[in-house]
């Protein structure tokens, strides 16, 4: 009880007692931008683009008549953090409007069907015969547009094609919800127009698959079965500088192939201490065939949760809340997901992934190989304590209304910090650890290179398997698991680089606060956990005590 008091008052001493001046602005935003979002849900419309930009627009002005030289430190904080977001959605709106722009032509039939929207959101009553008949030819004009496609130009990429046939579905589904709330509970719109939408939604469909395989010179499938969407240089280029990365797409990619350099430096090291010589990907090998038998491995994942959180407390290296200790549990990853995700997932549970009796032999074999003791040692506390579950705990209570700001270097960097940390207090019992630890930080350097130059066009889903297969060493089933997690998911384009950048953000920053003896170790850890997450320039402004800037923009050169 005494140690849940102390913990209960250093949430409020670290955490509410310094709510700063700009908490209700940022919660009333984050309020108005739901309400928003569940009124003008055809996110592919010039009425959606006008609102939320003119919306954002008038918050940044809110922000900008703030006192800036008058806020707490926090306060100043919260501002920069407030700012960035708000010019990110900006940007983001810019590029994703002039984007839609391009293909907007394809619903210059929808003008009385957006009006029927409208109209619905405060329930007017239609006058359904004149409904109906101004339905009918809404059909007929989107099958004229089909039949016109034959003879227009084609799109010069499969993402511009599929753009417009999202505009037409977007359109058709909003449409669509309208529909439905006056079917079956007005009588005169349910005698008059479930003929002329039956009609006016085949012709629609019709539409997009037409639009859909509109386009020539790209190639959607390279064979790996992998759908992706490259956003290209320019959008890259926008996500790091909002991001605070003051690096270019090719400085990361040429530190990630020096991490590179180092991990097969030091994999040949743990090669010849196991036997094989320079022959490192034997010695991966052997580490793979370690795994534990199907049923055994979901105890040992929890032993090794169990291990990292004793690690941290017997070395004092941060503060494990009991609570934090107590609510984490356990559960197993689907044969279908493992598709997506062969390894663990983690947070408040830790999805674990091994075979199920529904795979293949070839699969339960990857699965158990890509997840044996010797791998799964330096990341199961990267995706529980002090990794992701603490990292969530934590900002559940500690300036909770930065979860807005959230970013992935913040979230993954944290975690794999940790794994540069452990690494340096001799965390690897002997060398097949090191082999397991070495692995995953040459698949995070691997992650930089695929990425980006998938998303600047120079590399396709196959090769970026290839790439993981022939230089890190996966299973081929677990590297098409990862490059499509990383393209068809619900990751952004930045999200495979931010474990390794964020990672080496953190760590440059210990060298700056922690090494040189200006802050104790735990005192720097407990610090970040009770900051919430933001990109780490502007979490190092907290750290370091250096003032922001109330325009500041990416600058750290944190690699050189």
Same mark, same amino acid.
């Given at each position: 009880?005494?140690?849940?008091?102390?913990?209960?008052?250093?949430?409020?001493?670290?955490?509410?007692?310094?709510?700063?001046?700009?908490?209700?602005?940022?919660?009333?935003?984050?309020?108005?931008?739901?309400?928003?979002?569940?009124?003008?849900?055809?996110?592919?419309?010039?009425?959606?683009?006008?609102?939320?930009?003119?919306?954002?627009?008038?918050?940044?002005?809110?922000?900008?008549?703030?006192?800036?030289?008058?806020?707490?430190?926090d306060g100043k904080i919260d501002y920069v953090l407030f700012r960035n977001y708000l010019e990110k959605e900006l940007a983001t709106l810019d590029l994703d409007k002039r984007a839609f722009t391009e293909v907007q032509s394809v619903v210059a039939f929808g003008k009385l069907l957006e009006e029927f929207v409208i109209a619905r959101r405060r329930a007017k009553q239609p006058n359904s015969q004149e409904l109906a008949a101004s339905w009918n030819q809404v059909a007929k004009s989107v099958d004229a547009q089909l039949k016109s496609l034959a003879n227009s130009p084609k799109y010069d990429s499969w993402q511009k094609a599929d753009l417009a046939a999202s505009a037409v579905e977007s359109l058709s589904k909003a449409t669509k919800e309208a529909?439905?709330?006056?079917?079956?509970?007005?009588?005169?719109?349910?005698?008059?127009?479930?003929?002329?939408?039956?009609?006016?939604d085949e012709n629609m469909k019709a539409y997009a698959k037409g639009l859909r395989e509109h386009y020539t010179n790209s190639v959607k499938d390279d064979g790996s079965g992998i759908i992706g969407k490259p956003i290209g240089r320019e959008a890259l280029e926008k996500q790091l500088a909002?991001?605070?990365?003051?690096?270019?797409?090719? =400085? #990361? /990619?040429?530190?990630?192939?020096? &991490?590179f350099a180092w991990c097969e430096k030091e994999m040949l090291e743990a090669s010849n201490e196991l036997g094989f010589g320079d022959d490192w990907k034997a010695a991966l090998e052997m580490v793979k065939n370690t795994y534990l038998p199907a049923g055994a491995w979901p105890e040992e994942v929890a032993r090794l949760g169990e291990e990292a959180i004793e690690i941290m407390e017997k070395n004092d290296w941060i503060t494990v809340p009991s609570l934090a200790k107590e609510t984490w549990r356990t559960t197993m990853i689907s044969a279908e997901r493992q598709r997506v995700s062969p390894f663990f997932l983690g947070g408040e549970v830790i999805q674990i992934s091994y075979p199920t009796s529904e795979m293949s032999h070839e699969e339960k074999m990857m699965s158990m190989r890509g997840n044996n003791p010797h791998f799964s040692r330096a990341t199961v506390q990267h =995706? #529980? /304590?002090?990794?992701?579950?603490? &990292?969530?705990?934590?900002?559940?209570?500690?300036?909770?209304?930065?979860?807005?700001?959230?970013?992935?270097?913040?979230?993954?960097?944290?975690a794999l910090y940790w794994e540069f940390v452990l690494w340096d207090r001799n965390f690897p019992r002997d060398a097949k650890d090191k082999v397991g630890m070495l692995f995953w930080r040459m698949h995070r350097c691997a992650r930089i290179i695929f990425s980006l130059n998938y998303h600047l066009g120079k590399m396709t889903p196959q090769e970026c398997i290839d790439l993981l297969v022939d230089k890190v060493g996966h299973e081929y089933a677990n590297a098409e698991a990862e490059v499509r997690r990383s393209f068809e998911g619900s990751y952004g384009p930045l999200y495979q680089i931010a474990y390794m950048i964020g990672a080496l953000e953190i760590y440059s920053m210990r060298k700056e606060m922690v090494d040189s003896g200006k802050m104790p170790e735990k005192e720097f850890h407990d610090l970040i956990m009770t900051q919430n997450a933001m990109p780490i320039e502007i979490l190092r402004s907290k750290v370091t005590g250096k003032p922001l800037d109330k325009n500041h923009k990416a600058s750290w050169r944190f690699l050189d």
């Open positions: 009880m005494k140690k849940l008091i102390l913990f209960l008052l250093l949430i409020c001493s670290a955490g509410l007692a310094k709510a700063t001046e700009l908490v209700s602005m940022i919660q009333a935003y984050q309020a108005d931008r739901g309400a928003l979002s569940r009124i003008y849900t055809n996110r592919l419309s010039t009425e959606y683009f006008t609102r939320m930009e003119s919306f954002n627009k008038d918050y940044l002005s809110s922000l900008q008549a703030q006192n800036y030289g008058a806020l707490s430190e529909y439905d709330f006056y079917f079956d509970y007005d009588p005169e719109f349910t005698w008059w127009m479930p003929e002329p939408w039956k009609k006016l909002f991001e605070m990365i003051a690096y270019s797409p090719e =400085e #990361l /990619i040429v530190e990630a192939e020096k &991490q =995706e #529980l /304590i002090p990794g992701h579950h603490l &990292q969530q705990f934590m900002n559940q209570r500690y300036m909770t209304h930065r979860r807005m700001f959230g970013t992935p270097f913040w979230t993954e960097g944290w």
